[in-house]
Nanobody, 125 residues
Framework: QEKHIESGGGTVQSGGSLRLSCKAV????????VAWFRQAPGKGREFVAA?????????IYGDDVRGRFTIYKNNTENAAHLQMDNLKPEDTGIYYC?????????????????WGQGTHVSVSS
């Protein structure tokens, strides 16, 4: 049973923007830590960004996306979003949303218990 659903992937040109969404199913996202990971063709999974499930709402980013991507929650929508600006061809890959209850923001994939099916992002040069 899916606990959240990703959407928003697509194909854009270099320098363009996309907004990915991770929408909770049957539970409030406000108390969940949410992270995005990505996997490029032929490569391993890479941490992108995370936001805490605690009241601090701390955010952390991978070195390759810091300053270009922004992660945030919209509690009214019961969703978390990843705004991706100034996209580069090396941002191409499948993006996965992962969550854990009451956790802080973490870069470790093993810290997250629930994973989505992924949404594909393709950036052309």
């Amino acid at each position: 049973q899916e606990k959240h659903i990703e959407s928003g992937g697509g194909t854009v040109q270099s320098g363009g923007s996309l907004r990915l969404s991770c929408k909770a199913v049957g539970r409030p996202f406000s108390t969940y830590a949410v992270a995005w990971f990505r996997q490029a063709p032929g490569k391993g999974r890479e941490f992108v960004a995370a936001i805490s499930g605690l009241t601090t709402a701390e955010t952390i980013y991978g070195d390759d996306v810091r300053g270009r991507f922004t992660i945030y929650k919209n509690n009214t929508e019961n969703a978390a979003h990843l705004q991706m600006d100034n996209l580069k061809p090396e941002d191409t890959g499948i993006y996965y949303c992962a969550t854990r209850l009451f956790g802080g923001a973490s870069k470790r994939a093993d810290d997250y218990f629930d994973w989505g099916q992924g949404t594909h992002v393709s950036v052309s040069s």
